[in-house]
């Protein structure tokens, strides 16, 4: 009988680490801006997931503008680096499969967070988010940068 209780115990310790380690997502993406076009960096989530990332931008030649949507600007001098962190908490439950893709957002069921770069030309930075019940306002986190450097987007998801 012990040994049955052993065993028990075994499976319901694997099976609970599975769900978990199935249910975390990490992110590592790597980009670079120029002078002669605004970039946007655009991060969003599934509601049912909680992100954190840490943006990492390092300037090469010239003073670079990070423009964010509630207005703020900050300008990182020649040859520095700038690094912030955003964190966007978990938000709603997702019942069933969903997806929704656009030029500047993929996300599904198998994809639950997501980053891109994109020029001004397809995103408009003053955009604001339609009505969704899979993917709200609070799913979503952009800003633009002006003048040439590199940026590193790395950090981890969780889907529960």
């Known amino acids: 009988m012990k040994k049955l209780w052993i065993l028990l115990a075994l499976v319901v310790l694997i099976t609970t680490q599975i769900a978990i380690l199935s249910s975390v997502y990490p992110i590592s993406e790597h980009g670079s801006s120029d002078e002669s076009e605004p970039m946007t960096v655009f991060i969003s989530k599934m509601n049912y997931a909680s992100l954190r990332v840490n943006i990492d931008i390092v300037t090469l030649m010239d003073p ?47 994809h639950p967070i997501n ?43 969780a889907g529960f």
């Not at 600007?73 to 938000?91: D, K, L, R």
């Open 115 to 157: 980053v891109e770069f994109l020029s001004n030309r397809t995103f408009d930075p003053y955009w604001k988010p339609s009505s969704d019940k899979y993917v709200s306002s609070d799913s979503m986190y952009w800003f633009t940068i002006q003048g040439p450097a590199g940026i590193a987007v790395k950090g981890i998801g």
């Open 64 to 110: 670079v503008v990070l423009l964010f949507p509630n207005g703020t600007q900050i300008e990182i001098p020649t040859s520095s680096s700038y690094t912030f962190s955003v964190v966007m908490p978990h938000s709603g439950f997702s019942f069933g499969s969903y997806s929704t893709q656009s030029p500047f957002m993929n996300l599904s069921d198998d």
